[in-house]
Each structure stands twice: as structure tokens, then as C-alpha cells.
């Protein structure tokens, strides 16, 4: 069973928020989950990253498989069920736990009013900050032209839009610079890129057309699957535009290198 | 049967669609049609009101279709047309071979055909079956001539020679059209379509019979609606002694001012109009004292599976208009072009209706070559939830255990680890400390073991040398160590 989830009491108004990393960020992106605590600390929050998440399922409710999606849906029901408010900081996960969890178990009486109850008080990161928390800006600082693309799920799902929009442009710094169809899936898809390469490919190269258009120094996004094909793609085509998750430049933590770029000589986070 | 289905082969078709620079640049030329809707859409405030308006009519019909259709053919009989309800394909096929059998003037009882556009008339395979009979089929529609002339299906339900660039139009007419001047040239669209059109008008009064389908079907008045740019399907049906108005059940709804709020929905959906050019209302067989109109009017009802759908899951599909926004803001329809499906109907509608039609089997590739981007459902104007009808599918795909033997077997393995944390945040952090390692500190894989499809085209982003699980637990231990000191 999952451990307390925090060792001590929250501070009143602080509430107790559980952080789901999502499994892109745990295995690939640690800086993405570090820089969504900053914020989250940052916006009076308690945070806790519970040790028995793994993925949020979207694999297998995506592959048909329904059994094996409630499977994992009920554990990570169970898992976060002790928080005030649960956070991911990805639209896609975020729109599996938000909206597809109730259908996944929609014939499960006894689970679905703990998915319902899930449901309710989960939020992917940035729409979590601006109206659950009010933040209105955020205190950070980069030097440079940035553009932003649309991830699917977060936009049409849970309707994230100008929300990063809004605190990039509290950013010190920074100027942000619209592509073309930024609304335009990026060719990621989950396993659709592996198994349909040839039309992936050809959707995130027009998406690093647009984004080569731009001349952006960065392109960003909320959802680290889209952000890793298109990172994937601009550094085989050798353009010099770099990726990063938005909640990585909100919270400052630029330190490590953008997705995909060179380690550089040891592990140094503020 | 019907038209022969080539889905299975949908992968390859769509490699190679994205190597033909021809059909490429014609999908290029053709992508203003999402442009116009987004443009015309913005025009009226009250666009989703009409949309939910549409959705909930649709939804009403199918609850109480076969009321609304028997309606229906009282109401036709009553205005002096023929009903004829046919179950699947042949069916539909043998009834109209046999009214048109019964109509030719030709010799040896070879009729000539005149066609407005129809999807169930592709759908039903009708051109060849009429062509075995030795028939003569002409197709009026302009870009359903050109796919005639090149022997191809539709590539789009609205735009059928979407696929076809200007050039290619040019080689086909002047292929085809062998009594005109061979010097003639072609500046422009315009002066292949006023060819077409002096070619076509040339044909229209020698017809026995002229087919149409029918966008709408009115319970209320036995009529049936046509919607054309070209005005062809009215002089199809117009002009020859017997018009045959073949239609799917679920075209039909309760009134004629529901009529108007499809309308409404539908051009602007479709070519981004308020209203298409020609919006054709017709019933019936010619009255005494008409001035024109066929002597005979026939409308085929084709089932071909539809009560099964409205039965099951699948349903909501019937709401579909056939406007084809969906494929128009498709970027896998944009893509690839809509002859990769492999079968009549095309894009996110296609890849729903499709393994309905011809089975998951044959038809598994189009549901599961999808990134669930939710534009279709985003922009139907009849709000389908196309996304999650293919989701579907790929449900009843595994239940039947007709996905791939590995990628069964890959998600069989995932879901063991996604349910034991402990082992799986053991197991990933060990698989990601040696992805990093072999990426040798250059933050990115050239190539991937297990993982050709990603690293074909793109570089794979190494991960860090520790998962941030791993890392949070390490740094709320130090935490606590030092709050315990
Ligand atoms: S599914 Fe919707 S968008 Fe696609 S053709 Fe049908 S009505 Fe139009």
C-alpha cells in the first residue's frame, strides 16, 4: 500500500496536493516534476509526489484494452485519493484521469463515484495554478523568443489555451511568437508514432516547419510526448530551435539542458 | 457485396501517398475548404445552437426511425413515386438494374444513365454493376466525371477528385474529349470546368434514366433534397422519363423546417457557403399539367447494415450529414490522401463507418491510425464523438484479439509493472540509467533498440540519469534526515 501521504499535517489553507507525474516525466523529464513543485510550492501548496503512481493507463484505454485500463485506473484511484487535489503536469494524462477514468469504469458501481470524486479534483498543471490558485503571474526570468504549441488533449479536453499563454507573458524576458496551426496535432499520438511512422513523420515535420518559422529560440508545450517527438525531429533535421516543458521556464529551472541535449558535465539542480 | 474494400492495406497505401509529390501538391491546392468553414462559421454567433439543435434532431430521428420512414413512404406513395426498401447491396443494386432494364431505349436494351453524385451509389458498387450490364453510366458532377474518366474512386465525400491536380484534369480531357480542337489550351481552372460543363450539357437530354441520392429525406412531404454546386444532379433528375433517388434510412428526418436547420449546418460545414448554389426539393413523379419532370420516380431505401449500427454502439455515427469537415481538418486524412482508406468513405467518418461496414478485420488500420487530436469531433457540425467511436473500435478489436500479437503482448507486460509500483519504478529506473548510458552523455539516441519507428525519423531525447521518482524519494529522505537531527 501507498505510504502517508505526507509525514506531517498540512499548514491550514495549504492544501495537501498530490503530484502525478505521469510516466514520460518520471522516466524522462525529472525536471518537469522538480520545476511542478516549485510552482505548486510556489502558489501555497504542500506537495507530494506519492510512491505508488506509475502511469495514469491512457496506453491501454487507447489500445482497446478496457480491463487492463480499469486495472490501473482503480490502483491509481487508490493512490491518490488522500490528496486535496491531485495535478499532472500534462493535458493528456491529465484528460485520462479527468475525463476518461468515469468512463473506463463506467460499470463499476463501486469505482465510479471514486473516480467521479477524482475526477473532480484533479487538474493538469498550468489550468491548476491560474484558477484553481489564482496565480496571475510568476516570478522567473529568460532572454529569449519562445513559441507554443497546442498539445491535443489539453486543448479540446480540458480546454488549455491562454492559461500558459498568460503567465508566459508575465515571464521577465520573454517574448512569445505564434505559429502557424499551433492548434495542429504534432504527429505524437502515444504508440500511433511507432506504429504509423511514415504519417507521425510527415505531421511533425510540418510542425517543425511552423515552428522553424517562427525563429524561436524554444518551443514550448504542457505535454512532454509532444514535446519529445518534436524535439526528436528538430534535432535530426539539425535546426537549432530547442524543447522544453512551459512549466520548466515558469519555474526558472532552465538549468538543465532543453529535451534531448547534451548532459552537461554533472547533475546540478537549485 | 459492396464496393470492394482494400482497408487492410492502409499502411502501405498511406506510405506510399505521402512519396507521390503529385498527390501531395493536389492535397496542398485543396486544403482551403477548412479555411472557409472556420471563416464562415465565425459569421454566425449561433452556430453551436444550430449544432446542438442538429445533433439533438438526428438523435430524435433515430430513436423513432422507423416511424419517420414509414412516414415517409406514405408520404412519397401519396405524390405518386415508388418506395423500394432494400436490405444490403445487391439488393439495391438488383432493383435499380431492373428499372433501368425496364426504361433503356438503347439497342439491346442498353440504357444511358445520367448521374448526380451519390456516396451510396459508390457505396453499393452501382457504376460497374450498371457498366456489367452493358449500360451507359455518365457521371454529372464535375469532379465525379473526372474520377470516371480515370476510373478511380472518390477521394472525398463532397471533393472527389480531391486527389487530382489541374494537370491531371487536363491530360483526362483532353484523353477524352478527342473531337475537340487538340490545339485548345487551358489558362485556368475556369476553362477546364466550362469544358466540362459544354461536354456534359451536350449529353444531358439523351438520358433514359437519372440517378441522384438524396441529402435529406422529409417524412412531412414524401420529399426528398438535393445540394449541389452545379446545378448537374437537378438536370439529372429533371430531364430523363424516370429518376431513381437511392438513399440510406438515416437521411430521412421529421420535417421540412428541420430541413432548414441541416441546411444550415451543412454548406457552411462543407465548402464554408451559407448555402450551397443549388438546394433541389423534389417529390414525386410528374403531375398532369407539369411541365417537366420524370414520368416515374423511384427511391431506393438502403439498409446495408445501418439498423445494426442504430442497434449498438455506433449509433451516434448515424447523425453524420456527410459534410466532410472531419476529413478537412484531419491531419491524417491531409496526409495521406483519402484513397489510402481503401474504401468509399474517407477520413475520421471513414474510419468509424468503414469497419462497420466491411468489418474490424479488414478495416482495424483506420480506427488505430488516429493520435485522438479531437479535430474531427471539434468541427462536426452534428457533434459525433468521432475520436471516441474509434476507440471503440480498437475496444472491440482487442476483445476480439485481432490487434498485432506484439502489441498485445507489449501491453500485457506494461499493465503487469503498472500495477506493481514498487518493481516498476525498480525496473525503470534501471531501463533509463541505461538509456542514458548509451546515449554517452549526447542527450539523444540515434537509434533505439525496440523503438525503429521513432528513430527512423526523429532522434529519441535521452532520459535523465535518475527517474524523478527515484530522485524525490532520495530527496525526502535527506529532507527528513535533516528535520530528524
Ligand atoms: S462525421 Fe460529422 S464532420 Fe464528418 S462528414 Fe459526418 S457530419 Fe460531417
Given at each position: 500500500m501507498q505510504p502517508a501521504p505526507s509525514?506531517?499535517?498540512?499548514?491550514?489553507?495549504?492544501?495537501?496536493?498530490?503530484?502525478?507525474?505521469?510516466c514520460l516525466v518520471d522516466l524522462f523529464r525529472p525536471n518537469v516534476g522538480f520545476a511542478a513543485v516549485e510552482l505548486l510550492e510556489a502558489a501555497g501548496c504542500d506537495v507530494d509526489a506519492p510512491e505508488g503512481q506509475t502511469c495514469c493507463g491512457q496506453p491501454a484505454w487507447n489500445s482497446g484494452d478496457r480491463k487492463g485500463a480499469a486495472e490501473v485506473a482503480r490502483r491509481m484511484i487508490e493512490v491518490f485519493e488522500p490528496y486535496d487535489y491531485v495535478v499532472l503536469p500534462s493535458g493528456s494524462c491529465g484528460a485520462t484521469v479527468k475525463k476518461d477514468y468515469v468512463e473506463i469504469l463506467r460499470d463499476d458501481s463501486d469505482w465510479l463515484p471514486r473516480a467521479q470524486a477524482l475526477s473532480d479534483k484533479t487538474f493538469e498543471l498550468i489550468t491548476?495554478?491560474?484558477?484553481?490558485?489564482?496565480?496571475?503571474?510568476?516570478?522567473?526570468q529568460f532572454d529569449g523568443v519562445v513559441t507554443y504549441?497546442?498539445?491535443?488533449?489539453?486543448?479540446?479536453?480540458?480546454?488549455?489555451?491562454?492559461?500558459?499563454?498568460?503567465?508566459?507573458s508575465s515571464v521577465d524576458g520573454l517574448r512569445l511568437r505564434e505559429m502557424e496551426d499551433a492548434e495542429v496535432c504534432c504527429g505524437f499520438g502515444g504508440t500511433f508514432c511507432v506504429k504509423y511512422p511514415d504519417i507521425s513523420n510527415r505531421m511533425v515535420s510540418n510542425k517543425t516547419d511552423n515552428i522553424a518559422a517562427t525563429s524561436a529560440d524554444l518551443v514550448l508545450a504542457g505535454d512532454l510526448g509532444c514535446l519529445m517527438n518534436m524535439a526528436g525531429k528538430l534535432s535530426r533535421q539539425g535546426r537549432p530551435v530547442k524543447a522544453r516543458h512551459v512549466a520548466e521556464i515558469l519555474a526558472g529551472m532552465t538549468d538543465e539542458p532543453a529535451i534531448g541535449e547534451p548532459q552537461r558535465g554533472s547533475e546540478k539542480r537549485k | 457485396m459492396t464496393a470492394e474494400p482494400k482497408s487492410s492495406q492502409f499502411k502501405s497505401a498511406a506510405s506510399e501517398a505521402l512519396q507521390n509529390p503529385r498527390l501531395q501538391a493536389a492535397m496542398k491546392a485543396s486544403g482551403g475548404l477548412a479555411v472557409r468553414r472556420a471563416a464562415a462559421i465565425a459569421e454566425i454567433p449561433e452556430f453551436e445552437a444550430i449544432r446542438d439543435a442538429g445533433r439533438d434532431l438526428k438523435n430524435h430521428t433515430l430513436a423513432n426511425l422507423d416511424a419517420y420512414l414509414l412516414a415517409f413512404e406514405e408520404k412519397a406513395l401519396e405524390s405518386g413515386a415508388k418506395v423500394h426498401w432494400a436490405a444490403d447491396a445487391e439488393e439495391a443494386r438488383a432493383i435499380i438494374l431492373k428499372i433501368v432494364g425496364r426504361h433503356a431505349k438503347g439497342p439491346e436494351g442498353k440504357a444511358r444513365v445520367n448521374k448526380g453524385k451519390s456516396m451510396i451509389s459508390e457505396e453499393i458498387g452501382l457504376n460497374s454493376a450498371l457498366e456489367a450490364a452493358g449500360h451507359h453510366v455518365l457521371e454529372t458532377d464535375l469532379g465525379e466525371y473526372i474520377i470516371q474518366l480515370r476510373g478511380e474512386p472518390p477521394s472525398h465525400i463532397i471533393a472527389p477528385a480531391a486527389h487530382v491536380s489541374k494537370p491531371d484534369v487536363e491530360a483526362d480531357f483532353r484523353a477524352a474529349h478527342t473531337h475537340l480542337d487538340p490545339e485548345r489550351t487551358f489558362p485556368d481552372a475556369a476553362s477546364l470546368v466550362h469544358e466540362a460543363r459544354h461536354v456534359l450539357r451536350e449529353q444531358y437530354f439523351g438520358a433514359d434514366v437519372g440517378i441522384t441520392g438524396a441529402n435529406m429525406l422529409i417524412a412531412e412531404t414524401g420529399q426528398g433534397v438535393i445540394v449541389t454546386n452545379e446545378g448537374n444532379g437537378d438536370l439529372s433528375q429533371i430531364l430523363p422519363d424516370v429518376h431513381i433517388a437511392v438513399a440510406s434510412l438515416e437521411k430521412v428526418i421529421p420535417t421540412l423546417d428541420d430541413a432548414s436547420t441541416i441546411l444550415r449546418l451543412l454548406a457552411r460545414s462543407a465548402t464554408g457557403q451559407s448555402l450551397s448554389s443549388y438546394t433541389t426539393f423534389y417529390k414525386g413523379a410528374r403531375r398532369q399539367g407539369d411541365l417537366d419532370g420524370p414520368k416515374e420516380m423511384h427511391f431506393v431505401l438502403l439498409d446495408n447494415g445501418r439498423s445494426e449500427m442504430l442497434a449498438g454502439e455506433f449509433r451516434e455515427m448515424l447523425r453524420c450529414i456527410r459534410c466532410g469537415?472531419?476529413?478537412?481538418?484531419?491531419?491524417?486524412?491531409?496526409?495521406?490522401?483519402?484513397?489510402?482508406?481503401?474504401?468509399?468513405?474517407?477520413?475520421?467518418?471513414?474510419?468509424?463507418?468503414?469497419?462497420?461496414?466491411?468489418?474490424i478485420k479488414e478495416g482495424?488500420?483506420?480506427?488505430?491510425?488516429?493520435?485522438?487530436?479531437?479535430?474531427?469531433q471539434e468541427v462536426c457540425p452534428v457533434r459525433i464523438p468521432l475520436p471516441g467511436l474509434m476507440r471503440k473500435l480498437r475496444e472491440a478489436e482487442f476483445e476480439q484479439k485481432l490487434s498485432p500479437q506484439t502489441a498485445r503482448y507489449g501491453l500485457g507486460v506494461w499493465r503487469w509493472f503498472a500495477k506493481r509500483p514498487a518493481l516498476y519504478h525498480r525496473m525503470s529506473s534501471i531501463g533509463m540509467r541505461a538509456l542514458n548510458w548509451l546515449s554517452g552523455g549526447h542527450g539523444r539516441l540515434k537509434r533505439l533498440p525496440f523503438g525503429g519507428g521513432w528513430t527512423a525519423h526523429r532522434d529519441f531525447p535521452a532520459p535523465a540519469k535518475r527517474t524523478f521518482m527515484a530522485e524525490w524519494k532520495a530527496r525526502k529522505a535527506a529532507k527528513s534526515q535533516g528535520d530528524d537531527q
Open positions: 509525514a506531517e499535517p498540512a499548514a491550514p489553507n495549504r492544501p495537501k496536493v498530490g503530484l502525478f507525474a505521469t491548476f495554478l491560474t484558477e484553481i490558485r489564482g496565480v496571475e503571474g510568476v516570478n522567473a504549441h497546442d498539445s491535443c488533449s489539453g486543448l479540446r479536453s480540458l480546454g488549455v489555451k491562454d492559461q500558459p499563454r498568460q503567465l508566459l | 469537415a472531419c476529413m478537412n481538418n484531419c491531419p491524417v486524412y491531409r496526409a495521406v490522401g483519402g484513397h489510402s482508406y481503401g474504401w468509399v468513405y474517407v477520413g475520421p467518418m471513414g474510419s468509424v463507418l468503414t469497419p462497420n461496414f466491411v468489418g482495424r488500420h483506420l480506427p488505430n491510425a488516429s493520435t485522438f487530436c479531437g479535430r474531427c
